[in-house]
């Protein structure tokens, strides 16, 4: 068996990553792609591997030179008129070859994992594609196949139907054809294909072609959890690069992109914190019914959305301000409206203390294992301190370390006889038992306490972190009235604005989701408490801080799950307050996801 590359496009779309040279000569993490493809096909008793060239192919050429001598015997094709051909034309030129013995083909701006090869290699089946069942990020051809993997048909471009997309799979551009298909079938169909069409074609045409016709001995070959990617421009490299990193890269890899990981289908992400009961189906459906006029329209400015967020949790317009997430609204309060020290309860959830001169902060960490506190330590620990502002996250982050509401309202008291600014961030509250009773969230509770401000993230317990939605309130109408002012009057999106539009139709479904994942959390915590090597802090929010007791140091574990078992869990030891040790942090999903990652745990245990 041999193979074929096809390397003689200019990738235009990668610009200056392409400027002196082919796309196949463009490096990932380092290595470029054509050195980790021969790598690849020199390791599996190959006869040959045919490469046809055209763009920049003396630097190609070059750069291979003898280096795999020895290893795999490399015969080059030439496509002169690269720039006025596709594919097609660099296929038909290597077409001699595909007459004399089985080929495998492959387009040289892939990157996929050693076992594709052997999976396709040797598979029984002589003529097969590999495929993967569509995903977001793929673009090109497409095809449907039958319960027995043959393949019904290719579906190009312009036929493609998003409202068909469950039934497609994308060819990976790795194919095997024996010599008897490419004899019989696949080479008389290139050569009349080209006559009729020209040579600006693409080489899947033809295989569309011998499908249409039912003359196509090949089969499809379903990749499963292989990981692959193709490049065509920088957002393709940058996404090659997270998933192909060195292991001891991986981690941070992730962890910088702060999200965005919906480009990551397989990954599950254990890391970002989010209700997995909610939005429900019918509230999705109605989003998706209004798309076009939300992406075609402006969304309101600031006195509507102010309006609606006070519709959103029942307290009066002016006592609210809506952020592009409370990530806005945090940097804005922090950097513009707090003076003095503040108090900051450590670990916490990093973006406040980001927002403030390190000079000014007042920490407190509860000195136990479970990072657990009071009200009365709280104030038994500021009591004396100078400090003209204190936080709360309740639930915290990332303990889940919660204060009751009698006892909070009394911090609130207390807080406000010294003149302190009580910040009360209640993102995960909604996950807490008897949630209905344990927000701040009301007039009479802002209004009577003029020092308190909320913060409550949308994305958290609502699950529409796309949407970034967050917001501030306060009964001090001054301070929200300086607040919306600072922020850009469209702050928010269409889509963020109609969500809150519609939300109220969809309350009653918000409460049954929290209470399912009330009873979720239960769950999971005594499954993960039987995870031998790992101590399960009790929460009240919908994560676990967990401390890593043996086996395993806290960075160990957490790039074991990622490399092993695509899970992304945090790895709390890059959080302030915890100087190394061995804890992470557990986002809680729904059930099959929640068992699928401690059977990993469990696994992970042996």
């Keep these: 068996m041999q193979a074929i590359i096809l390397a003689a496009g200019m990738g ?90 089985d080929t495998l083909l492959l387009e040289s701006d892939l990157i996929f994992d050693d076992s594709m090869l052997d999976l396709i290699i040797h598979d029984s089946y002589p003529n097969l594609a590999l495929v993967a069942k569509y995903e977001t990020w793929m673009d090109g051809t497409m095809v449907r196949i039958s319960e027995d993997n043959d393949i019904m048909s290719f579906i190009p471009k312009k036929a493609f139907k998003y409202s068909d997309i469950e039934h497609y799979y994308k060819t990976c551009n790795i194919y095997k054809f024996s010599r008897e298909f490419s004899v019989t079938q696949y080479v008389p169909f290139l050569e009349a294909y080209s006559k009729a069409m020209g040579n600006n074609e693409y080489y899947e045409q033809v295989l569309r072609v011998l499908t249409a016709l039912d003359r196509s001995d090949l089969k499809a070959l379903p990749i499963t959890k292989e990981k692959w990617y193709e490049i065509d421009d920088v957002q393709d490299l940058d996404i090659a690069e997270a998933m192909f990193s060195p292991e001891d890269e991986r981690l941070g890899k992730y962890y910088r992109r702060y999200g965005g990981y919906w480009r990551f289908p397989q990954l599950k992400d254990y890391c970002y914190l989010v209700n997995p009961y909610y939005p429900s189906p019918k509230m999705k459906e109605e989003m998706r019914a209004n798309f076009d006029v939300l992406l075609t329209e402006y969304p309101s400015g600031m006195a509507v959305n102010s309006l609606l967020a006070g519709k959103y949790f029942g307290i009066r317009q002016e006592y609210v301000v809506v952020g592009n997430g409370a990530a806005e609204l945090i940097k804005s309060y922090v950097e513009n409206h707090v003076e003095g020290n503040i108090g900051i309860i450590f670990p916490t959830f990093e973006e406040y203390p980001n927002r403030a001169l390190a000079e000014r902060i007042v920490r407190y960490i509860p000195d136990n294992a479970d990072f657990a506190y009071t009200a009365q330590d709280i104030q038994s620990y500021y009591n004396h301190k100078e400090v003209s502002t204190l936080l709360l996250i309740n639930p915290d982050n990332p303990s889940g370390n919660f204060i009751p509401m009698a006892d909070l309202q009394g911090l609130i008291t207390w807080a406000q006889e010294r003149g302190i600014t009580m910040i009360v961030d209640e993102s995960f509250v909604d996950f807490t038992d008897g949630f209905e009773e344990n927000s701040l969230l009301h007039n009479n509770v802002l209004e009577s306490h003029s020092n308190l401000v909320v913060v409550k993230s949308i994305s958290k317990s609502y699950g529409v972190p796309g949407l970034r939605l967050g917001i501030l309130a306060s009964g001090n109408k001054e301070l929200i009235a300086r607040m919306k002012k600072e922020v850009a009057i469209w702050n928010i999106n269409s889509f963020a604005e109609f969500y809150m539009q519609i939300f109220g139709k969809y309350e009653k479904d918000y409460t049954v989701a929290c209470h399912r994942f009330i009873k979720e959390r239960s769950i999971f915590f005594e499954e993960l408490k039987a995870v031998p090597y790992l101590r399960v802090i009790p929460s009240q929010a919908n994560y676990f801080l967990c401390e890593v007791t043996g086996k395993y140091t806290a960075t160990e574990l957490t790039q074991l799950l990622l490399q092993r078992y695509n899970i992304l869990i945090k790895d709390c030891g890059t959080k302030s307050a915890f100087s190394g040790k061995q804890y992470i942090r557990i986002a809680i999903r729904d059930r099959a996801d929640n068992a699928y990652f401690v059977e990993a745990l469990k696994a992970l245990a042996v």
Excluded: F, P
């Design 12 to 101: 235009k779309r990668l610009g200056e990553h392409t400027k002196d040279n082919t796309k196949c000569m463009v490096k990932v993490n380092g290595v470029r792609l054509i050195d980790r493809m021969l790598t690849q096909l020199a390791e599996r008793n190959l006869s040959r591997v045919v490469i046809v060239v055209g763009y920049k192919k003396d630097e190609l050429i070059k750069h291979i030179g003898n280096r795999y001598d020895g290893r795999i015997k490399i015969e080059y094709v030439h496509n002169d008129i690269y720039d006025k051909t596709n594919n097609i034309y660099s296929l038909a030129l290597a077409k001699q070859y595909m007459l004399e013995e």
